[in-house]
């Protein structure tokens, strides 16, 4: 892991959590199959559908 990169880590989950998000710790190969192979770099989202 790149310097660094657990401390903007800690700051999203930070942000997120000060937004009213639930945050769970999940290990890296569910995130893998989560998101299906694409880039998720240690962070997946789930949310409702954006509506105009």
Same mark, same amino acid.
């Given at each position: 892991m790149q310097q660094g990169a657990g401390?903007? +880590?800690k700051e &999203? &989950?930070?942000q997120a959590q000060a937004n009213g998000a639930r945050v769970k710790e999940q290990p890296r190969d569910l995130l893998d199959q989560l998101t299906q192979g694409a880039a998720h770099q240690g962070v997946v989202a789930f949310c409702p559908p +954006?509506?105009?």
């Open positions: 401390n903007r +880590l &999203v &989950v930070a +954006l509506t105009p």
